[in-house]
């Protein structure tokens, strides 16, 4: 909420009560159709029931006295991806969110690689024996 609310949008309190639900899957964003946006149809209405607009992203998060349901930034994308607030992408809005979308969650990649890691110590360990 903190992203949505950064701009001083009074709303963000309300928002968040409708959009505290599980969100659907991040797409990078088609080179096909054109800019970013939240994904096909379906993800679409999904991203409408938790009260965000998929049609595309926002630059900024809302202002003061905005109405309507709020577009995601490239930041709020990279937040719900499980990326650091640290981390940098480099390129515009588009590029940006493509990088966010099609990226494997850092999350899970870290528990990817822990459990290979794992697997690998064990393995390397029977053989030792």
């Not at 080179?31 to 939240?38: E, I, S």
């Not at 992408?89 to 794992?118: D, L, M």
């Amino acid at each position: 909420m903190d992203l949505m609310a950064a701009g001083g949008w009074e709303g963000a309190g309300v928002w968040m009560e409708k959009a505290n639900d599980i969100a659907p899957t991040l797409v990078g964003g088609s080179k096909k159709h054109g800019g970013p946006d939240l994904g096909p149809t379906r993800a679409r209405k999904a991203w409408e029931r938790l009260c965000v607009d998929g049609k595309g992203l926002a630059n900024d998060c809302p202002a003061p006295g905005f109405l309507g349901m709020p577009r995601l930034t490239v930041q709020m994308a990279a937040r719900i991806q499980g990326f650091p607030e640290s981390w940098r992408f480099v390129g515009g809005k588009t590029s940006t969110y493509r990088q966010v979308g099609n990226a494997f969650p850092p999350p899970v990649a870290t528990a990817v690689g822990k459990s290979i890691q794992e697997s690998l110590l064990s393995r390397r360990a029977a053989v030792a024996v």
